[in-house]
């Protein structure tokens, strides 16, 4: 272990509650939204168990209501959205540039306080009546109707919206000012441009559920008629504008883990990624697109045919990119020297689990189909595998791949490599069957079924358990190396970027010397100051050799 | 704690830094724009559905309070930028004396503002349980003041609209709703505006700001011309409906 | 932002355009081109607009970036509103079909 480095320059609760330091607030992240996943999956925990039978057993349909709600508002706006950009990509983007820290430092802590605060108010509101709305707080149910706490709920995440906008303002400010001499944008790590594009959508997309929750809200507590249509509003005018956010938002959701992807493939395929610049492209190309699609959530709301037409049409025209990341990350696996370590192990089976989940949104997007399959088990399958299957596979994969760099540590790996295909059997166990079970016609947030549907739901919750053991399993072990890790050492992988040649954990300003970045990025052949020779066999460093 | 004029830690160059600090201001008015822009779309959809409640609701704004404001708004952007130009230029004595210059202009904007909200108040135009267009829709002023026959235009008007749009006091109250939404959050805009200005005005008076270093003021030039922007189309869209028949 | 250091001549001018500019729009509300008045009253707000963006706040004289983001906070709102305009070409917005009705009292 290098014997300065930001976990010991400074000492005591302040020089963290207080730190401008991005490696330090990003570690102040993880523990918040490690807590909120927590919260998540107790919920989802609760509604699997209770769909055990076709009766609902456990608890009263009011309460299954707030399970499914608080389960959504709890994943999606406190632990999915900031998880990877704000863990993972506040550590790493000031280092992978060559700068000593973001543009905005303090406004970078700013972000995590706002976070915290939005998360109390959405607290305050799960233990004051919870919420019964689903996370999409269709009007007039959320504005007029429901007597669940709704007011501090949008009040939370209208707030949490500001954490979100500082973060991609910080990261694309970043990104045009601060690197390094000799970093030009197509040397940048895909991880940085995929940033870049989340952060283009949270800039541009945020403040559109602000105003949309701020609305609603008032007119909850005024009794005003913006969405209500006993007053002259219009419902469907409130779902325009929280799908205009509300779709590009699971782009901030996939887009960083994307990146995640495209740093771990081709470290442990050790060849340079295949079709850089359409990667970075299409991390744009998903960024942009992705504004243009959202009334294919609307479908069934008795949209305009031609509108209905042109959404479907470029709902299709999105996936294209997508397409692209997957055919360059499979290409760049052809005749390369493949190592499977947990990293790898995770980044192949987002791969797979991408597929699936973009393939079934495909589907979704067609017209007739969606007339059957909406609102039905089909779409709660379809975006799990998107939203877990992927986004969570890439974060955990990554604190996997950087965890040596944060902590200096090694976790042990055979036991990460168990959890990696726990993880992966029980996802899978857990949602496939509910693509069945959406085929067949169940509906989405119902407390009860028919009975012909129950083996395909105690499917779901035992693969759910097995699912649950695959995210305890890290937890565990991980906080286990902080102390008893093997130490890792500047490069164990070994891998291309500018961070790895930081020392483990880095310097609080990163590097002793400003970088001169005279390198292209993945060049596994000519790096000799990684230490990697052509032709020499490569072996990773194990937590556990 | 950093002075202001001194390089901070992040940043290799003082060039850098002020091209970072204008890049982050620019963005940050990029999500204001789509911040105001949801309740400009749902005012869109809202005026198309209701032509006849938002004349009715527009005419009971008065049209040269709101001018006065808007041209008021608009020479505080002047004065602003005459701040920028003093610091560019070294006339450090001239920047104090414009960013006060703004603020009293902003402040005068502010002072018509709650004229105005109170006026809707006693008008019962506030949205809410004591809504009601018909009470007085049309007297910016007084009610008093209305001379018989002036009463009698207005109620034959207030009939006509009421033929056309039978829950015109609810699509009214809508008109409101964004009227005191729109102008409301713009208000709280510029009250921000007006603590970054007097925080401005703290530092000016130190002499910080000259030709080597005016960024502060710069950026906060532009949030400033940002609020001046809404405003320019809040006016028409809110006080300029349905004017023509001299009301 | 660039030190092109703007002249106060040219400021003094363009808030004279734009008080023209603001006298117009109240002139034009008073008179009635039908479907147009929304265009007219529009079009000088972003031509007053598009002055203050270029000299006050001296995108002008901004790097080619700085026309990126105005451009891209421009074009997005425009995409917000004009694809959402699509959908209520078919239909009626939903509250001009429901009958009026009281104002509910509810929990906060």
Known sequence: MPRDHYLNATYGIRSWLLTTDHKRIALLYLASVTFF?????????????????????????????????????????????????????????????????????????????????GGSFVLYSFMTGGLDTGWTFYTPLSSVYSNSAVTPAVIGIFINGFSSILTGLNFIVTVHTMRAPGMTWFRLPLFVWAHYATSLVMILGTPVIAITLLLAGLERMFHLGFFNPALGGDPILFQ???????????????????????????????????????????????????????????????????????????????????????????????????????????ALGFIGLFLVGGLTGLFLACLGLDIHIHDTYFVIAHFHYIMVGGAVMGYVGGLHFWW????????????????????????????????????????????????????????????????????????????????????????????????????????????????????????????????????????????DD | MHRTGELYGQFQTLEQQKETAALGMWIFLVTEVLFFGGMFLTYTINRHAYPAAFGMGSNTLDIYLGGFNTVVLILSSLTMAMGVWSAQVGKKSLVTIFLILTLILGGTFLGVKVVEYKQKFDHHLIPGYHFDISYCAKSPTNCADLSPAARETEDKQLEEAERLDPDLNNHAQLYFSLYFGMTGLHALHMIVGAGLLLWLLKESVGGRFGPAYNTPVEIVGLYWHFVDIVWIYLFPLLYLIDRKAGR | MSEHIVSPKIYVGIFAILMVGTTLTVMAAFHDFGAFNIVIALGIATIKATFVVLYFMHARYSPKRTHLVIICAVFWLAIMLALTLTDYQERPILGQRAAPDAVHQLPV
């Open chain 1, 240 to 346: 325009h504008l929280f799908w205009f956010y509300s779709h590009p938002a699971v782009y901030i959701m996939i887009l960083p883990a994307m990146g995640v992807i495209s740093e771990i493939i081709p470290t442990f395929a050790r060849k340079p990624i295949f079709g850089y610049s359409f990667i970075a492209g299409s991390s744009i190309a998903i960024a942009v697109i992705g504004f243009v699609v959202w009334a294919h959530h609307m479908f069934l709301t008795g949209e305009a045919t031609y509108a209905a037409i042109a959404f479907s049409f470029l709902s299709y025209v999105v996936a294209i990119p997508s397409a692209i990341k997957v055919f360059n990350w499979t290409s760049t696996l052809y005749k390369g020297s493949i190592s499977y370590d947990t990293p790898m192990l995770y």
């Open chain 1, 37 to 117: 996943f927590f919260i998540g999956g107790t919920f989802a925990s609760l509604i699997r168990i209770h769909l055990l039978t076709p009766n609902g057993f456990l608890v009263t349909p009011e309460m299954y209501n707030r399970l499914f709600t608080m389960h959504g508002v709890a994943m999606v706006f406190f632990f999915l959205i900031p998880s990877i950009p704000a863990v993972l990509g506040n550590f790493l983007i000031p280092i992978m540039i060559g700068a000593k820290d973001l543009a905005f430092p303090k406004i970078n802590l700013l972000s995590w306080y706002i976070y915290l605060i």
């Open chain 1, 404 to 543: 040596p760099k944060i902590t200096g540590k090694l976790y042990p790996e055979f036991l990460a490599r168990v959890a990696a295909v726990t993880l992966f059997i029980g996802f899978n166990l857990t949602f496939f069957p509910q693509f069945i079970l959406g085929y067949l016609g169940m509906p989405r947030r119902y407390h009860t079924y028919p009975p012909e549907f129950q083996v395909l739901n105690v499917m779901s919750t035992a693969g759910s358990s097995i699912l649950a053991l695959g995210y305890f399993l890290p937890m565990c072990y991980l906080v286990w190396s902080m102390r008893y890790g093997k130490i890792a050492g500047p490069n164990p992988w070994p891998a291309t970027g500018l961070e790895w040649k930081t020392d483990s954990p880095p310097l609080t300003e990163n590097f002793h010397v400003t970088p001169q970045v005279d390198w292209e990025p993945y060049d596994f052949k000519n790096r000799k100051d990684l230490g990697l020779e052509a032709g020499a066999p490569l072996a990773p460093a194990h937590g």
